[in-house]
């Protein structure tokens, strides 16, 4: 499916400040207004009264919020800077903070919706898919977040933009969608250090599409490839800093190298052939706790000094050149513990007045908790849309959640084997972008369907010919 080459100006025509009114009001008019009305009373319903929840990793992002947004302890600083930025601009309060991720969640979701649904073919299924990704976006794993003062919750809002903008530009390539993309995955990958690898896994299919036989749209997509690659390159260079080293490098490697490679003996001695010293007896000792050393909780000896430094110095090259020798071993692991990086976390993380917005067998089936459900669902719209496909063929569109699901693989993989501790909550976005690609995938093909039977020869719906329907498209 190549992607051809739209010009910007036929694709966005310029519309002067009276037809860009006029085309508001009869946005206004749609059904796409009344649905979001009602989304947002929903959502403010789930949100207003319940109580925001504050932990320990609260203060981190805190403490890099107070900094200057002109110091490097801001931007490459124990945290990721995303969050600490969306709270510097917020009033100093934590309720003011949870209100602030609340609408970014609110503004994001809808921009998702209107992608989708300018995807398809205008008519009834397009508001059915519009309300479909607002309900999704209703469900308890998504909206507890809104109320807990951690990453979550920005994460989740950001992929939900990240995935909007991706659709917006293969529909319709052009310049502008480039920007987008890229501003709407440097804020993602500044949320959290391990969506930058995804970003980077991005990179090559870039590189393709720029060198695709049959359009002459090449530079934007090397431009595409180049800054995402930037962008990872920021991400990495930003753990390296004395700031950020403890928290974003020094203790995950160290949790792995206790917990994991000391815990058995084929990684230990692999480990060693590779530089790392002989564990000393207080590393054997307090293996499991080795970031305390380095903190000064634990008392140390030079023995045990030289072993940490290597570690933190040594460690995370040792860790991937051991997980690029051992492929199968990598992938192993990571699927053995699906449960923990598909099924999300809820328990210690919800308030405990959170209400629901959706009845719970709804909420349920949109969001299906179990990982047997998340299998269901995988294999039933997997074969579907495969069927449809060789029947009535897909758009290039359909890349874009069968990407995202694809792209999960080496996203678990690398929050799985980058730390030990709370693996269901730093595997959230696995979770939830495996059962939003799922989501996606089936409306597409669903809507390739309502297509066919509509008028079967219909053409693949485009920017321009989206400009023609008299229906507007959703904002």
Known sequence: MSLPAVRPRAALPRLRPAAAARRAGAWARTPYALILLGYVLLRLGGFSGVRTLVYPDTAGYLDVA?????????????????????????????????????????????????????????????????????????????????????????????????????????????????????????????????????????????????????????????????????????????????AAKLRRTERPILHVIGRRVLANPAETRWFERHGMPKPPPRVRQYR?????????????????????????????????????????????????NRKHLLSGVTVGYKAPNQRRVLPDTIDALVYPRDVQSLYFWLVLVGFGAAAVWRRRGALRTWLVPVGALALQVPHAIVVYQGDTLEIPRHAILVAVTARLSILLLALFALGRLVEWRRRPLADPPTEESSHKTPEPAPA
Request: aromatic share 12%; net charge positive; with cysteine.
């Open 66 to 242: 107070s900094r200057s947004l002109f110091s490097l302890d801001f931007w490459a600083g124990a945290r990721p800077p995303a969050l600490p930025l969306l709270y510097k601009v917020l009033p100093d309060s934590d309720s003011a903070r949870a209100w602030g991720q609340f609408a970014v969640s609110v503004v994001c979701w809808p921009l998702l919706a209107g992608a989708v649904a300018r995807c398809l073919r205008p008519g009834a299924y397009r508001y059915l898919a519009f309300g479909a990704v607002l309900l999704f976006s209703m469900t308890i794993p998504i909206i507890q977040w809104d109320r807990v003062l951690l990453s979550e919750s920005l994460s989740i809002s950001l992929t939900a933009l990240v995935l909007a903008s991706w659709l917006e530009l293969v529909r319709a390539p052009r310049p502008a969608m480039v920007v987008g993309v890229l501003a709407a995955s440097l804020l993602w990958v500044f949320a959290r250090d391990s969506n930058g690898v995804v970003a980077l896994t991005i990179v090559p299919f870039a590189i393709v599409w720029a060198v695709w036989p049959g359009h002459r749209w090449r530079v934007w997509p090397l431009v595409l490839a180049g800054g995402l690659a930037a962008i990872f390159a920021t991400s990495f260079l930003a753990t390296g800093t004395e």
């Open 288 to 336: 499991r706790s080795l970031a305390g050393i380095v903190e000064g909780s634990i008392p140390s000896d030079p023995p045990t000094n030289r072993f940490i430094d290597w570690a933190v110095h040594h460690g995370r090259s040792v860790l991937v050149r051991y997980l690029l020798a051992h492929p199968w071993r990598t992938v192993r692991q990571t699927f053995d």
